[in-house]
Structure formats: structure tokens, C-alpha cells
């Protein structure tokens, strides 16, 4: 059973425009959210994280947005540039600080900005 | 800083061989972890370092995967036999404290 779940396998966006891209968790007790960004044949980095006692996170042209009610965060990357190309993986945990070995990761969404 | 370095990048083997990978951490990060992914999947955990005892380990394959940390520093994973399911790319990542995870580029296994 999958507690955190990337629906769109896939998203193509414009260059300059926004991209959004979206992540689903089943598990309550999650309370740290993390996104990551993945290059081929390179391993993931750490893109930006949003703990659950706020509702956006911003770091330059990304922003997470956190929905607790319906467990649901998204990414939004604006404006969209042809370097953000890459899989996304939504990352979530249960406890904020300390080791963040046992984060839960979604399948990814891959996005493609279109020059 | 220099990355987390991990080697070889690709193995080729067959099943029921055994194969091991190894992991160097960033210089001071007492945290190292092994993640599993498997094509279209996103990374599992599979086995957790804090120095060189392990914190957790409860995905781990016991009876083929297996792992060590000597010195809390350098890491190896090994899988003694394989099956055609354990093709995936292993990941190695370290971490300070309460950082974020920095992942090696990994290495790609092909069991045949």
C-alpha cells in the first residue's frame, strides 16, 4: 500500500510558465514533506521540505504548499526553465528533525520544460 | 564538499552470484543510508547507519542482503545470492544531524 503517491507519472510545461506538481499521502502521522530532484544517472537532491505546522514553503522560484486536511502538498516552480527537466520525488516522514532515513518516497513525476 | 562517492557506477552479474557495492559518506556525516529503487519506483530505505551501529534495518533482505560499516565511516551492502528481482539502483546517501539527505549517483545492478 502506498502511503505517499505521485498520480502523474509525467508533466510537460512551457518554458517561462509554471509548473505544478502534486503528491497524495494516506499516512496521518507524516509531518515533515520533502521534495527531491533526480537527473539521469545521477542520484536525487534535496530541493526544498515544508514541516506540518506550515502551509508554504518558498525558496526562490519553488514553493511547496501543504494541505494537511486533504494530505496533500504540490510544488510550484515559477517561472519554469528548460534546467528544471528532471524526475520529482515527494519524500515524507513521521517525525521532523533527527534522522531522516525513514522517508517514505512517491514514484516521481517526471517533467519536461519545453524551450 | 566532496559528494557521497559510491562503486562501481554499473554490475552486471548473474543470478545466484553475489555481488557487493561500496559507499564512502561525506566527510563528517555520522548518518548513512542504503536505498533500494527499483525502475518506475521511488527509493526504499533498506538499511540505516548512525556511526557503524545499525538504527535500522527492518527492510532489509536478511537472508541474501547484507551490510556493514567499518570505522563509521566507508559502507558496504552485499547480496549474496541474487535474484532477477534485485536489479535496481543502489543508493548510498549520508546526512549531518537533522540535514537533508545527499545521495551518491549509485550503482546500477542488472541480474540476468
Known amino acids: 500500500d502506498q502511503q505517499v503517491k505521485q498520480n502523474s507519472p509525467s508533466l510537460s510545461v512551457q518554458e517561462g510558465r509554471i509548473s505544478i506538481l502534486n503528491c497524495d499521502y494516506t499516512?496521518?502521522?507524516?509531518?515533515?514533506f520533502l521534495w527531491y530532484k533526480k537527473y539521469p544517472a545521477e542520484g536525487p537532491t534535496f530541493l526544498i521540505s515544508?514541516?506540518?505546522?506550515?502551509d508554504k514553503n518558498e525558496d526562490g522560484r519553488f514553493t511547496v504548499f501543504l494541505n494537511k486536511s486533504a494530505k496533500h502538498l504540490s510544488l510550484h516552480i515559477v517561472p519554469s526553465q528548460p534546467g528544471d527537466s528532471a524526475v520529482y520525488f515527494c519524500?515524507?516522514?513521521?517525525?521532523?528533525?533527527?534522522?531522516?532515513?525513514?522517508?517514505?518516497f512517491g514514484k516521481g513525476t517526471k517533467l519536461s520544460v519545453k524551450p | 564538499e566532496a559528494g557521497v562517492a559510491q562503486s562501481p557506477r554499473y554490475k552486471i552479474i548473474e543470478k545466484r552470484q553475489s555481488v557487493a557495492f561500496w559507499c564512502n559518506p561525506i566527510s563528517g556525516h555520522a548518518t548513512l543510508y542504503w536505498y533500494q529503487q527499483i525502475l518506475g519506483q521511488g527509493p526504499k530505505l533498506l538499511i540505516q547507519?548512525?556511526?557503524?551501529?545499525?538504527?535500522?534495518d527492518s527492510q532489509l533482505p536478511k537472508d541474501r542482503f547484507s551490510a556493514e560499516r567499518l570505522k563509521g565511516v566507508d559502507s558496504t551492502l552485499k547480496i549474496q545470492p541474487a535474484k532477477l528481482e534485485d536489479s535496481a539502483v543502489y543508493l548510498c546517501?549520508?546526512?549531518?544531524?537533522?540535514?537533508?539527505?545527499?545521495f551518491g549517483n549509485g550503482t546500477r545492478l542488472t541480474v540476468t
Open positions: 515544508i514541516s506540518s505546522i506550515k
Open positions: 519524500a515524507a516522514k513521521e517525525s521532523y528533525g533527527g534522522s531522516q532515513g525513514n522517508l517514505i
Open positions: 499516512n496521518s502521522m507524516f509531518d515533515y
Open positions: 547507519f548512525q556511526n557503524n551501529g545499525v538504527v535500522d
Open positions: 546517501a549520508s546526512s549531518f544531524i537533522s540535514s537533508p539527505l545527499h
